[in-house]
């Protein structure tokens, strides 16, 4: 079993729609969670830290559900410029590994 | 601010050789993380220098091993390629006193094993 899993998608949706991924993890004991952007053909950026109680950033939302281990991450109004591959990235069993998810694919349309 | 570099940019090799992947952290980092990104995949953990030591490492065989020199920078070879190594390397830096939370990629080296 994969340690992070995604849909890969691709989400297709029109300007101004909202859209949420989720992210399974295997590992109970994971303490660090993430979203990550990564546009194609450069490298992922850190969109947001995930933290228990949810959070917000501007029209990006990520919740964190420990009891059914996933992560989701909400956009808001989306943008053309929001196109691209969101990434779920969880720590191991130990703190200083990481894991990522294979990615969801986003695109925005006109 | 000099953000993580990386390089070559691109590289194309043959089976059975072996190649050498450099990076520079950012300004202030001390952690080096290096991945493997194929084709349609998320990036996966090869392993993890702190101090000039690998700290952790990911399900990766011994051909991928690595190095980290005193000013941070960090190398990763790969010994005898396949052509399955073709991929996109990353390094991440991180400062591992903030418990390596907040990672920053340099742009990748982009290798092709023929």
């Known amino acids: 079993r994969k340690e992070v899993e995604q849909d890969p998608g691709p989400f297709n949706v029109p300007e101004g729609a909202t859209v949420a991924f989720n992210c399974t993890y295997s590992n109970s004991a994971s303490q660090s969670f993430f979203w990550y952007r990564q546009d194609c053909r450069k490298e992922p950026k850190l969109l947001m830290s995930?933290?228990?109680s949810g959070n917000e950033d501007g029209r990006f939302t990520a919740q964190l559900n420990r009891a059914s281990q996933y992560i989701s991450l909400l956009i808001r109004d989306s943008k053309l410029s929001d196109s691209a591959t969101y990434l779920c990235v969880v720590n191991g069993d130990n703190f200083n590994k990481f894991y990522f998810g294979s990615g969801t694919k986003l695109n925005v349309k006109p | 601010d000099a953000g993580v570099t990386q390089s070559p940019t691109h590289l194309i090799k043959t089976r059975g050789q072996q190649v050498t992947l450099r990076c520079s952290p950012k300004?202030?980092?001390?952690?080096v993380s290096w991945y493997q990104q194929a084709l349609g995949q998320g990036p996966q953990f090869i392993f993890q220098y702190y101090e000039e030591e690998e700290r952790q490492r990911g399900n990766f065989p011994d051909r991928f091993s690595g190095h980290q020199f005193p000013n941070y920078s960090s190398e990763l070879n790969v010994n005898a390629l396949l052509l399955g190594d073709s991929a996109l390397y990353l390094c991440?830096?991180?400062?591992w006193g903030q418990g390596t939370e907040t990672q920053y990629f340099g742009p990748g080296t982009r290798l092709l094993v023929l």
């Open positions: 300004s202030g980092h001390d952690t």
């Open positions: 995930v933290y228990s």
């Open positions: 991440a830096s991180s400062w």
